[in-house]
């Protein structure tokens, strides 16, 4: 799992540049595994990438902003689109492409809404 410091980042969807962060972490991790090993029926074996492997990405945002209301619409609305992370501490930017989000959770106290994103490829792959 990579933690991201939202002050030291950049987290754009859809060509908005994310803001008013509830927490100062974005998570992002890959679910599944890189090789999947499949079993053949006389007992061999035999290893090929996994296809259906992606990125879960998470993010907590104030419930008041304007900027969640647009995450809320767009999950409402089902859009898809592009994750972009933009680290500026080690000058490192991660595309996240084929991205929809999944579920918004209110988080204890009421004033947080949790994000959550899922990733079909990262730059590319």
């Not at 990125?55 to 767009?74: G, M, P, Q, T």
């Not at 930017?93 to 809404?113: A, F, H, Q």
Request: charged residues 20%; contains cysteine.
């Amino acid at each position: 799992m990579t933690i991201y410091n939202t002050k030291y980042t950049q987290l754009i969807w859809r060509g908005i540049t994310l803001r008013d962060f509830a927490s100062s972490d974005i998570a992002v991790s890959q679910s599944g595994s890189s090789i999947q090993t499949c079993i053949g029926i006389f007992g061999e074996s035999f290893s090929f990438p996994h296809i259906k492997r992606g990125w879960e990405i998470r993010s907590s945002f104030l419930a008041s902003s304007d900027i969640f209301k647009i995450l809320d619409n767009d999950n409402l609305c089902n859009r898809s689109g592009l994750i972009v992370i933009n680290d500026m501490n080690l000058d490192v930017t991660d595309v996240y492409s084929g991205c929809r989000i999944v579920s918004v959770n209110i988080l204890p106290g009421g004033n947080e809404r949790q994000v959550v994103w899922y990733a079909k490829a990262k730059n590319g792959r």
